[in-house]
């Protein structure tokens, strides 16, 4: 019998079914990131969507729409996330949930 | 256009008699009562289908649906009704399980959601009621006796609105409503849909093909944070996740996906899901505050219900939301039936909510379990605890040569394990109280 496979972020994501919408629905404002210590974007999000080089580079494409981000970025970090649901019919689309 | 003639003569002006925001199992069940009612609304929902956006572990505890609508429970979507319920607690290296076996008066099943809320969402149209999705709501609109919402251009009114957008609820916070949940009142879950086939399932887990488990597991899947792991048996795959606290995630720079795979490859777990497919991988938050955290249920036109009320009651042992967000919805729909016959829409008349929500589980379990947050988020029991029951149950069977007393064994794994027997103690007294 096959093992457990041991899946990387992108594979997971990779599993999922997007309807991708051109507008990002989340943006950051690195203006704000600068002054951020904790960064606590950058592994609360289930997705890893955050990336730190230099700055911080965020991908919103393969976004779960969990809010994680939103929640901690507000309340731990210094408020550098713009947060909303993509619009209507796009994002993610979960078969079973 | 929809005018009707009110009862002291006045006309109002609204399109539906009320709106619901969101179509998840709060929104869905309001809608069908409402609608079952002759009432004339609209369901909004921002996924393409109902459903695509939801996620849950899970089981749904059906006593709520079968009390307030028992037609519903003969065609209900269901995965497997659970027989078996199994409690773990997990270290590196060794799990202890509990398991009971048998019926339970209460039933329970397993659910998948896109499943489940596109099923229901065809019920409120079948009694009339309008479902439209892929559209999001933007915005709420509030003039004299009439509410509404905004969706990009477009605006629509009704009588009232019932808010139930889930956990993250932008419009509760519109409508005024509430506040964003604090970090420490919400947990994360996120979880992997792994396809296994339904003979497998029934022989790896010794039951009949309608018949499945529900197993929380505590301890080493969050790394001794407050959480847990959970694994449920659908039909044909298995729902294996983790939840742990927002706040303690940030603060320690825990990484959910590595820990589920972390969970995949525990020497409990990986015999379970071997050689299975995965087919999905998702995300979403818990409301976990309780009734502490429970915001403003009533405003000026609006009724918020299910997870964007904070309607959720975890205990350790068991998880529950949909029950609530049923009730919830229900209860909603049922204010607003009674607002319509009154012609009355006003703040006051609208309150009859909250006493509705009071004289249900709701309301009344939450307040029961107001201190089970606080309990929960004691770190012994998702480290130390787990430890000491498996040392202790380890040194019971390891024969080695020589074997000691139960009770010696017993003190010695306190001892090894480092607590005090007076919070030992302690713990277990809270909790027995508490949970
Ligand atoms: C990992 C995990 C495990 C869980 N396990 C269990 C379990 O085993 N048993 C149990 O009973 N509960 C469980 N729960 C909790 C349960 O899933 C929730 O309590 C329940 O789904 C809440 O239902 P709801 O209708 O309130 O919200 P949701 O199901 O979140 O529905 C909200 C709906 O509103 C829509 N929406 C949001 N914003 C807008 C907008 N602006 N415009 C239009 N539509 C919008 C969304 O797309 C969604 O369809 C679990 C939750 C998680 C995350
Ligand atoms: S938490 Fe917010 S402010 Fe801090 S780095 Fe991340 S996005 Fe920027
Ligand atoms: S909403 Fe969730 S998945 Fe999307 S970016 Fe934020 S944390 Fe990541």
Known sequence: MRDVKRLSIQDRLGLNVFELDKEAHITVDNELCRDCQLKPCLHSCPAKLYEFEEEVHFNYEGCLECGTCFIVCHQMGNKGVNWSYPRGGFGVYYRYG | ?435
């Open chain 2, 1 to 435: 256009m929809v005018c009707f003639i009110c009862f002291q003569g006045l006309i109002s002006l609204a399109d539906f008699d009320a709106i619901v925001v969101g179509a998840g199992i709060a929104g869905l069940s309001s809608g069908y009562v409402m609608a079952s009612a002759g009432l004339n609304i609209l369901v909004v929902e921002r996924g393409k289908v109902p459903g695509s956006k939801n996620v849950t572990g899970g089981r749904i505890y059906t006593h709520a649906i079968e009390k307030f609508t028992p037609e519903l429970m003969e065609d209900l979507p269901f995965e497997r009704e659970i027989v078996k319920e199994r409690i773990s607690f997990l270290t590196d290296e060794s799990a202890t399980t509990l398991e009971f076996s048998g019926k339970t008066e209460g039933r329970s099943y397993t659910v998948i959601r896109e499943k489940l809320d596109g099923w229901l969402a065809g019920k409120v149209e079948e009694k009339g009621g309008i479902v439209a999705s892929g559209v999001r709501v933007d915005d709420l609109i509030r003039e004299e006796d009439t509410t509404g919402i905004c969706a990009g251009d477009d605006e629509i009114t009704a009588r009232a609105v019932i808010i139930a957008d889930g956990v993250n609820s932008p419009l509760g916070k519109k409508a005024g409503l509430r506040d964003d949940f604090k970090a420490e009142e919400l947990a994360v879950g996120v979880k992997e849909v792994i396809k296994l086939g339904e003979e497998e399932i029934n022989r790896r887990f010794q039951v009949d093909s309608k018949e499945g488990v529900a197993n929380l597991m505590v301890g080493s899947p969050t790394d001794g944070l407050p959480g847990g792991g959970f694994l449920y048996t659908n039909l044909e795959t298995i729902s294996l996740g983790i939840v742990a606290n927002v706040k303690e995630i940030a603060s320690h720079g825990s990484d959910l996906d590595e820990l589920l795979s972390g969970l995949k490859e525990h020497p409990y777990v990986r015999p379970l899901i071997n050689g299975g497919t995965t087919v999905e991988y998702s995300a979403h938050m818990i409301p976990e505050g309780g009734i502490r955290a429970i915001p403003k249920l009533v405003g000026e036109g609006y009724l918020l219900t299910g997870d964007a009320a904070g309607f959720c009651l975890n205990t350790g042992f068991t998880v529950r939301g949909m029950d609530f967000a049923f009730a919830s919805g229900v209860l909603a729909a049922q204010t607003i039936i009674k607002c319509s016959e009154k012609n009355d829409f006003s703040l006051k008349s609208l309150a009859l909510y909250e006493q509705l929500l009071e004289s249900e589980f709701v309301l009344k379990d939450l307040r029961k379990f107001e201190k089970a947050p606080i309990f929960l988020s004691s770190s012994r029991i998702y480290s130390l605890y787990p430890d000491l029951v498996n040392v202790m149950v380890k040194k019971i069977f390891d024969i080695k040569g020589e074997q000691e007393t139960l009770c010696k064994q017993i003190r010695e794994a306190i001892k090894e394990a480092d607590v005090s027997t007076f919070t030992l103690m302690k713990d277990l007294w809270k909790g027995s109280r508490i949970l």
